[in-house]
């Protein structure tokens, strides 16, 4: 069974702090919430440094100081950690900045974040950069690539079900989540996939060698 994924909040309004812990705690199996700070001079630097650790950093906790030293800082103590960015600026600038800078990840505010920030932090887990769906839109619009969208091992496991002909019931006792959990990841699946529909996701899925054709389950 693999470890739970680390992971640090720096978020200086309690709305924005409650908001990120709430979606947090939805996938406990998963997340390990270590600990919640309003502002980054009261990190504790050697959390930073254990394995397995993501930073959840609001653009807004950073107050006046410049975003690309504080990242640069960041790493500076902990050479490894992935920095997940959370901003309310949707820039393409900016966003190619965050990364050039080494954030793995760049989340706006406007996004559902209860649909894509688990996934996004165990992507930049694995040292993979992530997008949320607004800022892929604007790289794409403006003619860029954005990073290639992978599948969590949890979405797979979902995926597999599905293509067994399990209930969403079904798979949340499997899975020990909520069915809320499973629909999002569900919704998550369809939307890394490009498609809407149960069957759509079954065949993309067969396409792009995610699924082997094998008998579905007896009901």
Do not use: C
Not at 16 to 37: D, F, H, M, P, T
Not at 119 to 131: H, L, M, Q, S, W
């Amino acid at each position: 069974m693999n470890r739970p994924i680390k992971v640090i909040i720096v978020a200086s309004h309690d709305v924005s702090r409650k908001g990120l812990e709430a979606i947090l705690s939805s996938a406990a199996n998963r997340i390990q919430l270590v600990n919640v700070y309003r502002a980054l001079d009261t990190v504790d630097i050697e959390s930073l440094k254990s394995p397995s650790t993501v930073i959840l950093l609001d653009d807004i906790a950073t107050g006046s100081k410049d975003i690309f030293s504080i990242i640069e800082e960041l790493h500076q103590q902990a050479a490894s950690l992935p920095i997940m960015f959370l901003s309310h600026t949707l820039n393409l600038d900016h966003v190619q900045a965050i990364f050039d800078s080494g954030a793995l990840g760049y989340v706006h505010h406007e996004d559902h974040l209860e649909d894509i920030l688990i996934a996004g932090i165990e992507i930049v887990a694995r040292n993979k950069r992530f997008t949320s769906p607004l800022v892929s839109e604007l790289m794409i619009t403006s003619g860029q690539q954005p990073p290639e969208q992978h599948l969590t091992q949890s979405e797979l496991k979902v995926l597999h079900l599905i293509d067994r002909g399990y209930s969403f019931k079904e798979i949340a006792a499997q899975l020990n989540v909520t069915v809320r959990t499973v629909y999002r990841m569900r919704s998550r699946i369809g939307s890394v996939l490009g498609v809407r529909s149960h069957e759509h996701v079954i065949a993309a899925a067969q396409e792009q060698g995610l699924l082997s054709h094998h008998k579905r389950r007896n009901p």
